[in-house]
């Protein structure tokens, strides 16, 4: 897979120009200063990697497809877990409701009531979660400011998981490891993420 070296688009070995700006295919790219970047115009849709003073490798945006695609993987995880745990919390009320009605089982049924009445407020704690997460994986394709900042704290999510490990099961704790997972990949990439971030907050301020 090749890219036009001046705007990022997709081209074919056989190309001679670029379809979309009319580049010549192979043409050495020219350095670019670091006035000429803070006069480019950002546009997140266009796949440019930030190094020190020039656009060459069209992998920014790509970077960031990642992360969406990780975020949004991560709300559709933590809506099935919600819901599992959310039917299974149903299930348990009515097993209490069942029980309450004999007086040998009130000691069960009680049990059953906390059960469930725990694993519904879970569930939508969880809900809420992957909302905010759907919100985010389309956020951060077109604002990404403080990307690392968000993933960087590590506290949040050790709470989940231990709210997860001793109400949620199995089922919450996979939404909790795959959380982790997210965050390790923006750490990883914790330098692309603050360069591609210093780039948008420069062309927006020249913008104003």
Do not use: H
Request: proline share 3%; charged share 10%; net charge positive.
């Amino acid at each position: 897979m090749a890219f036009c070296i001046k705007c990022g688009t997709e081209i074919t070995d056989e190309m001679l120009f670029c379809p979309k700006c009319g580049n010549k295919v192979g043409e050495q790219p020219k350095t670019i200063n670091q006035s000429q970047v803070n006069n480019q115009q950002f546009n997140p849709q266009q796949n440019y990697q930030y190094q020190a003073n020039n656009f060459t490798q069209p992998t920014a945006y790509s970077y960031l497809q990642r992360l969406s695609g990780k975020v949004k993987t991560e709300a559709i995880i933590w809506v099935v877990i919600a819901s599992l745990q959310l039917l299974l919390g149903i299930i348990l009320l009515i097993q209490g409701i069942s029980l309450s009605g004999y007086s040998w089982t009130q000691d069960t049924a009680m049990v059953y009531y906390v059960q469930g009445l725990v694993l519904i407020v879970i569930s939508i704690v969880n809900y809420k979660v992957s909302s905010n997460d759907f919100k985010y994986s389309r956020e951060v394709l077109i604002n990404p400011v403080g990307i690392v900042n968000k993933f960087s704290p590590i506290g949040g999510r050790i709470g989940n998981l231990i709210y997860n490990i001793l109400f949620g099961g199995v089922i919450g704790v996979i939404g909790s490891i795959f959380g982790f997972v997210t965050r390790s990949y923006v750490m990883n990439n914790a330098t692309t993420f603050n360069n591609i971030e210093a780039v948008f907050i420069s062309k927006n301020s020249n913008v104003k």
